[in-house]
């Protein structure tokens, strides 16, 4: 005898199709994975110093997590759309100082600037050089289709050329109120700096997760060739990423200038590796379509508890380099077993 195969189930015309419960794998958790790792960091920072739990210390690490965690908002949204990003790194230094080149005064000041524009400009016009270097990059990647890698590397090496060639090497110290005012102000009692990045990964968030192109942004980096044929501007959503990515790098600029009350000449040098560590700890999928911008928050934090622990134990911050590189190694092993895919 054969057997034969029973047909399909069939569904009566009016009635609702059964829904499906949402299985719950590793990668649901991954967002929360760093959550323990961060408890266990601080159990750890006050054993090895009871000042690891003052209000100061604490306060000063999450101060000092909001430039790092800007540009890791940005990396992180366009990680997710399938790009990846170099240039952040320099962006941060050099709009901040071709912003001050062009409102600082050509007397006057230790820093001859050209003095072609009034220096309440100089926010605005710092915004503006991000956004313009961000721009250049989706031309670079989307118009011309040249290797995104190679691209914002390069981007990335005449970035901080052309910082040092204006700056000559040195600080710039400078800085008019309005545009330091952001990285020294308090706002009940916690540096405004903190209110903002913490506002804008809570806007990201959202957009993520509620509006139309923020999912669509998963589309893009999952599958850009389904996303275009659902309807979706592929290449539209991917440049206004990158423009959005040199936005908020140069807006760390600004916190981490009126932090310090200084251009640094070597501003923003070696961060890469920062970003992309906190970003991939905190679930960030590299080949893109997958991460959420609490987890790269609670990498931000890690690096920085790491950071603050190791100094509080008298380790040599030549050390953090190393201890960065580790991070990201261990990462991408764990994400190659949660997530079950080869990373290529």
């Known amino acids: 005898m054969t ?29 929360l994975s760093l959550v323990p790792v961060i408890f266990v960091l601080g159990v750890i920072g006050f054993i090895v110093s009871p000042a690891f739990l003052t209000g100061d210390n604490l306060i000063g690490v999450v101060q000092q997590s909001t430039e790092l965690g800007l540009l890791v908002l940005g990396e992180a949204l366009i990680l997710i759309s399938g790009r990846m990003d170099l240039s952040l790194e ?19 000041a230790r820093f001859a600037g050209l003095g ?22 989706g031309f670079l990647i989307l118009t011309l289709r040249v290797n995104g890698f190679i691209a914002t590397l390069g981007m990335l090496t005449m970035l901080r050329g052309l910082q040092v060639g204006i700056s000559e ?7 008019p109120d309005s545009f330091a005012y952001l990285g020294k102000a308090d706002w ?6 903190v209110w903002i990045c913490l506002a804008l990964f809570a806007l990201g968030g959202a957009a ?46 600004i916190l ?3 932090h310090y009350g200084a251009v640094s000449a070597s501003q923003g040098n070696g961060w890469i590796f920062q970003v ?4 991939v700890i905190g679930g960030i999928g590299l080949k893109g379509g997958r991460g959420t911008l609490f987890g790269a928050l609670t990498g931000v934090l890690t690096l920085q508890l790491v950071i603050n622990v190791m100094t509080l134990a008298g380790v040599p911050p030549l050390w953090t380099q190393f201890l960065n590189g580790l991070i990201i190694i261990i990462a991408l092993v764990i994400s190659r077993f949660t997530s079950g895919e080869k990373q290529d």
């Open 3 to 31: 057997e034969t195969a029973s047909p399909p189930a069939t569904r009566r015309p009016g009635t609702a199709a059964p829904r499906r419960r949402p299985r719950v794998g590793p990668g649901r958790w991954r967002d």
């Open 90 to 108: 320099s962006t941060i230094g050099l709009a901040p100082v071709l912003a001050l080149w062009l409102v600082t005064p050509a007397h006057g």
């Open 116 to 137: 072609l524009l009034p220096s309440w400009t100089a926010v605005p016009l710092c915004l503006a050089v991000g956004a313009a270097v961000g721009a250049t990059n």
């Open 169 to 175: 090497g040195r600080s710039i110290g400078d800085v």
């Open 188 to 193: 009940l009692g916690i540096p405004a700096a």
């Open 208 to 253: 993520l997760g509620c509006l139309r192109h923020g999912r669509a942004l998963y589309a893009v980096g999952g599958n850009p060739e389904a996303a275009r044929a659902a309807g979706i501007r592929v290449d539209r959503l991917t440049w206004t990423v990158l423009t959005l990515g040199g936005v908020l790098a140069a807006f760390a600029g």
């Open 256 to 258: 981490y200038t009126g």
């Open 276 to 279: 992309f560590a906190a970003a």
